[in-house]
């Protein structure tokens, strides 16, 4: 069985803090990774995808990804409470479906 | 791009009535897949359709489900009968054909309350 394993949370973090997202995934064959963030009664949309092995950053962004652990996080610098939503990671071979981790409630106070 | 387009937006609907979730993708996007989200399993993959022919439909629940692409803009996922625990959030997605490019694009779903 495929997994994507994420925990739930919630992490709180303040405001300008870095907030550390982590996410293991069981496929080793697996080749694209994504971050979605999914705001409360809204549908999931794409942070970050990140295909190789290292550091890909995109503004405040940073997703991070470790083959050889499976493991893949992501860092969001200067947290901001609009970032309050729960990230989902996911993860996927070439032409296949996503497989999404539950999800991590990020909450950023003020 | 209007993006994923979804109807209806919300339904509610008693026991054993069915139950039709449409899907309208990306222009020119050639894979649709839908998924199903509540709170205990997460977000899963119910079936998915590489140029209108359904490639992997593992995760749809039962027979009850049904899903159908009659062509590259419409596709459809139908339960019958409905049951409670049918109750859930149910998102289309699509993406393009395009070799490298696995990105997924979301719908804005369908909230679908059985009672």
């Known amino acids: 069985q495929k997994e994507v394993e994420q925990n739930s949370g919630p992490l709180s973090v303040p405001e300008g803090a870095i907030a550390s997202l982590n996410c293991t995934y069981s496929?080793?064959?697996?080749?694209?990774f994504f971050w979605y963030r999914q705001y409360s009664g809204k549908s999931p949309e794409l942070i970050m995808s990140i295909y190789s092995n290292g550091d890909k950053e995109d503004g405040r962004f940073t997703a991070q990804l470790n083959k050889a652990s499976q493991y893949v996080s992501l860092l969001i610098r200067d947290s901001q409470p609009s970032d309050s939503a729960t990230y989902l990671c996911?993860?996927?071979?070439?032409?296949?479906?996503?497989?999404f981790g539950k999800g991590t409630t990020l909450s950023v106070s003020s | 791009d209007a993006g994923v387009i979804q109807s209806p937006r919300h339904e509610v609907t008693e026991m054993g009535q069915e139950v039709t979730l449409r899907c309208k993708p990306i222009s020119g996007h050639n894979s649709l897949f839908w998924y199903r989200q509540t709170m205990m399993r997460g977000l899963e993959l119910l079936i998915y359709?590489?140029?209108?022919?359904?490639?992997?439909d593992s995760g749809m629940p039962e027979d009850r489900f049904s899903a159908k692409m009659p062509n590259a803009s419409f596709s459809t996922l139908k339960i019958q009968p409905s049951e409670p625990r049918d109750s859930a959030v149910y998102f289309c997605?699509?993406?393009?054909?395009?070799?490298?490019?696995?990105?997924?694009?979301f719908g804005p779903g369908t909230r679908l309350l059985v009672l």
């Open positions: 496929d080793r064959v697996s080749q694209s």
């Open positions: 996911a993860s996927n071979q070439a032409g296949t479906a996503l497989i």
């Open positions: 997605a699509s993406k393009t054909g395009l070799a490298g490019e696995e990105t997924q694009y």
């Open positions: 359709f590489n140029n209108n022919v359904p490639i992997d």
